[in-house]
């Protein structure tokens, strides 16, 4: 204090007034030198105590920031219909109809420990609208704004919905493969779609798909596996078999990119049981030329007049993929979740596609306009996947290596058999139809 700055003075005027040794002088100074550390030090420490004190009342008497959660009635009321379809790609009775499945999986459990946590729970209408708004393209940053949740909050609720829309009976994916009556309500849909209801007994339409990814990294034990050399990307193949509706009703995400098509069908448990005669025999599906031709699986042949025919059925497939990926934003984009969470996504994005053709919901016209990029936010404008005019996704099917090892190891799983082909083939010239001559 002031008595200990006395004595120091007191000891400058003694050292500059007496007639001090060196050895004395040297003595004093250091003396002195070392009052004036100790005396800088004292005041230092106690500014951080009169700061600490202050800091510790700002905090007794200031109250805790709550988040304002976004009302969902007054946000339906401003965003509009036109708006909210395309924010989330269905209209509000579909949208109330779909959380009607998964409401009791997707509620707050403990309402309480919410609100005291960050002010009130977010309730499961801003879920589902929060995880529409991401797989549709949207962008974590901006949506967790919209409706003022945390980023933990934001994630914690995007998969909790996927999950419970995965997980809902209801959007089960399972080719009817003993449900012979379901099997023929799909075969007369497929008959009916054929010219002159010329093809009989197909019951699916097959082909691969090649969605992009970011480099799994460490998550897997060799990354390389899923790059694509053809594409030089990395990505996911899914195989997938739809209906004459567009609906998939199988589908498989376990092979890596550079498997062929007919080795990635091959290997999944529905085609042991195709080889194994489990179809009945008088229905198949149809595929490309990456897959072998047996009695349960009809590809292209040398009849081009048949090859039409074929074509206007196969090509379901390829528009599935094409309406999937150009509704679901998410998948314009390589995924950048955690690898293990990525076919849980393009799993919700299936159900959800299959939602959407059960309820007749056609796709935005501006989301298939032939554009280079889609604003699918404001200002933000995105590289939409290529479309032919047909609706059939260009880039992603794609998806056949040409390379002999892979062509080989596929083709050698399964005994081709051509004799069904060579049936359907008779019934077209028998019934004097032909392709349409080409436009000129």
Known sequence: ??????????????????????????ELENAIIAGVKRQRLMCLAAVAIFLEEEENQSREYSPKKMPTRTNWDEHVTQVGATVFKKMYRI????????LSYIRDKITTVNVEMARLSSGSEVCPEVRLAMTLRYLAGGSMWDIRLIFDVSHDEFYRSVWRVVDAINNYEGFKVVFPIDDVEKLSEI???????SSHEMITGCVGAIDGCLLWQKNPGIAVHNPNRYYCARKEKHALLLMAIVDADRRIIFYDISCTPSTHDSLAWDSTPLAQRFAAGDLCE???IFGDNAFVCTRSMITPGND?????????????SECAFGEMIRRWGILWRP????????AHVIACCIRLHNF???RRLLIEEELMADEDEIEIQPGRRVRAPRVNRDGQIVENVQTNCTCITCIGSGRDRAVPDKSRRKE???VVRNSGYCRPLPRR
């Open 356 to 358: 959407c053709v059960d």
């Open 91 to 98: 209209d509000k009775d579909n949208f109330k109809l779909l």
């Open 424 to 426: 359907l083939e008779a």
């Open 282 to 284: 008088r229905f198949f």
């Open 187 to 193: 075969e007369s849909v497929f008959r009916s779609k």
């Open 335 to 342: 995924l950048e979740m955690h690898f293990l969470r990525r």
């Open 1 to 26: 204090g002031r008595a200990y700055t006395s004595h120091l003075l007191m000891g400058m005027k003694h050292l500059l007034d007496s007639d001090c040794s060196s050895g004395e002088e040297e």
């Open 304 to 316: 081009s007049d048949f090859n039409y025919f074929l074509s206007e059925l196969r090509v379901n």
